[in-house]
T-cell receptor
Framework: GAVVSQHPSWVICKSGTSVKIECRSL??????MFWYRQFPKQSLMLMAT?????????EQGVEKDKFLINHASLTLSTLTVTSAHPEDSSFYIC???????????FGEGSWLTVV | SQQGEEDPQALSIQEGENATMNCSYK?????LQWYRQNSGRGLVHLIL?????REKHSGRLRVTLDTSKKSSSLLITASRAADTASYFC????????????FGKGTTLSVSS
């Protein structure tokens, strides 16, 4: 079964609204979670690294005020796309490193469409 | 950020043929991983090769790693139509706790 679960799988929202995507680690404590964005026919681009209990570290060019990341527990990280616009439409995928195990697991991904 | 290039960007072959994809990267790594992604879907982990390994096999997959050239290759033998997908290499850096960094990917199309 899935080790990392993402929700929702698909979401459509109106331009200007905010959308939250959840990334949960199942049965494991994830010390670090990562968020990626993938535009159609492109590769996965790292957006930010999220450590439990501390502020996320954003990659260059990613607006931290637009893409709010919260990692309040060892099993949950959330990505909130604020004031979404059509150009934010993309596939968002999270991954997690587990405490004591140098293995990375990926969520199933979330398709965001902003209309 | 992205590690580097994969080539070819797109590859079209017939069923039964072999497909070879190459990946180059820039930094020192702990390991390199290959993933498959079907259109519109999530990632499927294929194989991991550690920095001290030179070659690894898994079923019809063969991966090589040349750390001196900072490059890796993925060979799919006796390809099938179901192998049609995008393939990405991803590097796991030496620095602990960092994210996997993906290459640009190769889109493979296998026709029957």
């Amino acid at each position: 079964g899935a080790v990392v679960s993402q929700h929702p799988s698909w979401v459509i929202c109106k331009s200007g609204t905010s959308v939250k995507i959840e990334c949960r680690s199942l049965d494991f404590q994830a010390t670090t979670m990562f968020w990626y964005r993938q535009f159609p026919k492109q590769s996965l681009m790292l957006m930010a690294t999220s450590n439990e209990g501390s502020k996320a570290t954003y990659e260059q060019g990613v607006e931290k005020d637009k893409f709010l990341i919260n990692h309040a527990s060892l099993t949950l990280s959330t990505l909130t796309v604020t004031s979404a616009h059509p150009e934010d439409s993309s596939f968002y995928i999270c991954s997690a490193r587990f405490q004591g195990v140098n293995t990375i697991y990926f969520g199933e991904g979330s398709w965001l469409t902003v209309v | 950020s992205q590690q580097g290039e994969e080539d070819p960007q797109a590859l079209s072959i017939q069923e039964g043929e072999n497909a070879t994809m190459n990946c180059s990267y820039k930094t020192s790594i702990n390991n390199l991983q290959w993933y498959r992604q079907n259109s519109g879907r999530g990632l499927v982990h294929l194989i991991l090769i550690r920095s001290n390994e030179r070659e690894k096999h898994s079923g019809r997959l063969r991966v090589t790693l040349d750390t001196s050239k900072k490059s890796s290759s993925l060979l799919i033998t006796a390809s099938r139509a179901a192998d049609t997908a995008s393939y990405f290499c991803a590097t796991d850096a030496v620095q602990a706790g960092t994210a996997l960094i993906f290459g640009k990917g190769t889109t493979l199309s296998v026709s029957s």
